[in-house]
């Protein structure tokens, strides 16, 4: 509850900049100036990475006996009160010889965040680099050695906006299931009897947490530049990513620049002709292998979940986890729905490694997407899905334009054929056509969007192969 009122602070005040949401309270107190934070590159090389905030300042990591003292800088910032409202619903329908059961959802939720007036306080950096300009990083330090292991990188809170009093995070909850089954018996003269069962179950939630002033919603960092010897840097232009240097002299990211704050590796434009088709790295062929009914209940479950941008995060964070072997509770993950959670539990029980990675991608992907085609997609129907996924595979296969008759019969349709043009517009691809001939034209402002939705679309695509 906590992390998603502070997502949505941050999607609504600082949506393309540098600042990082607080996603546990937990984590507040670790958060001063001069904090010592965790980043951790995802995956897939268009997400954001992970920010882990440690016990420690630069004080503790730094050679010799004398603390740091940061100079911090005080301003207000916003006065910031957010209300938000979801509303969710989707119908699960599946036959077994003589059963069939019928699972229809409906949920709403609403998240009242008063965060009053906020300040932000700000490092003086100036001052940092003159009084750090002579000190070593102690390469014994525990937090040092357990880095060195693995491709994390280590940077220092800049920046953090806090609550100046009391405030209040209230969430409101209805759900509503519907399951019903049918068992058809043949009779001893041959008719059909019908036994029908029928059960609803409601539940409702009004949760409020009181935040305290002082309380850390949002902060930046300054990644550190780390040599073997001791010596380090501040990366104090944006874009400059950090890192530890490696024995091997492959390791070269203490000279690469990314293509934003946050960290994420993303080209300036992807052409649709030139998006993966099948690669081994990006292969979502094992969801078309699930048993029907799962595969059914997944792409189900998905159209639901791309209506709740947190519940999608919240997802694609749980499939990480199981893909890097770490344990999930999916019961303490209040932020799915009831009927999201049965069905990702039923999923994940029928999943082998290869389809985990699979699902994990597809919904990664769909993540990355923008609000207007998360919501399309959500509205989608299988047979459309199929025919999209059709064209797009025809249209990756070949820089030239692909033939009119080629085209999906689903996708002649007017209205289909302008769902397919709002889908590509939303991720600036534009779709054209004359009478002979249809083709695509990337915008210069795309970056990875295109190669996002192309594999949204794939493995969408293969959940709803042969269902209708």
């Known amino acids: ?61 730094l050679q010799g006996d004398k603390v740091l003292d940061p100079d911090v800088s005080e301003i207000e910032f916003v006065t910031y009160n957010g209300t938000f409202r979801d509303n969710i619903s989707g119908t699960l329908d599946t036959e077994a010889g003589p059963a069939s059961i ?9 998240l009242q965040s008063c965060f009053g007036n906020l300040k932000k306080e700000e490092l003086n950096v100036k001052k940092l680099l003159q009084d750090s300009s002579s000190r070593l990083v102690d390469m014994q330090n525990p937090l040092m050695q357990q880095l060195e292991k693995r491709a994390d990188v280590l940077a220092v809170v800049k920046e953090r906006i806090l609550t100046t009093n009391s405030c209040s995070i209230t969430q409101t909850k209805s759900e509503q299931c519907t399951f019903q089954g049918i068992l058809r018996l043949l009779g001893m003269l041959g008719s059909s009897v019908k036994v029908k069962d029928t059960n609803n179950i409601e539940a409702e939630s009004n949760v409020s947490l009181e935040i305290p002033s002082g309380t850390v919603i949002a902060y930046s960092v300054l990644e550190l530049e ?16 950090g890192g530890i240097e490696a024995d091997s002299p492959s390791h070269d990211f203490l000279d690469t620049v990314d293509g934003g704050c946050n960290g994420k590796m993303v080209p300036e434009k992807v052409a649709l002709s030139a998006l993966p088709n099948g690669s081994q790295e990006m292969d979502l062929s094992p969801l078309a292998e699930l048993p029907q009914s799962p595969r059914w209940a997944l792409f189900k479950t998905l159209q639901e979940t791309l209506r709740d941008r947190i519940a999608l995060s919240y997802m694609e964070c749980s499939l990480e986890k199981l893909c890097r072997g770490e344990t999930l509770d999916i019961a303490k993950h209040e932020e799915l729905s009831e009927s999201q959670r049965r069905s990702l539990s039923a999923l994940l029980a029928s999943l082998i490694p290869a389809r985990l990675n699979a699902a994990h991608l597809l919904v990664s992907a769909m993540e990355e997407l923008p609000d207007q085609t998360l919501s399309l997609l959500s509205e989608s129907r299988p047979d459309f899905l199929e025919a999209f996924g059709a064209m797009m ?29 709002q889908l590509l517009s939303s991720t600036n691809v534009t779709l054209k056509r004359d009478s002979h001939r ?31």
């Open 438 to 468: 249809l083709w695509t034209e990337t915008g210069t402002e795309a970056g990875v969007l295109p190669l996002v939705l192309s594999l949204s679309i794939q493995g969408l695509s293969l959940l709803c192969k042969g269902l209708k």
């Open 102 to 110: 019928t699972l229809e959802g409906r949920g709403s939720s609403k």
């Open 1 to 61: 509850m906590f992390s998603k009122a502070t997502a949505n602070f941050l999607r609504q005040i600082d949506p393309e900049g540098c600042l990082i949401h607080v996603s546990r309270l937990n984590d507040s107190k670790k958060l001063v100036p001069l904090a010592l934070v965790v980043k951790r590159n995802r995956i897939w090389f268009w997400k954001g990475p992970k920010y882990q905030p440690v016990d420690f300042t630069l004080s503790d990591l």
């Open 226 to 241: 780390i040599k073997k010897n001791g010596h380090y840097g501040i990366c104090l232009q944006p874009g400059t990513i």
């Open 393 to 421: 595979c025809g249209l990756q296969k070949s820089s030239e334009p692909l033939s009119i008759q080629c085209l999906p019969v689903p996708l002649q349709d007017n209205h289909a054929f302008q769902l397919a043009e």
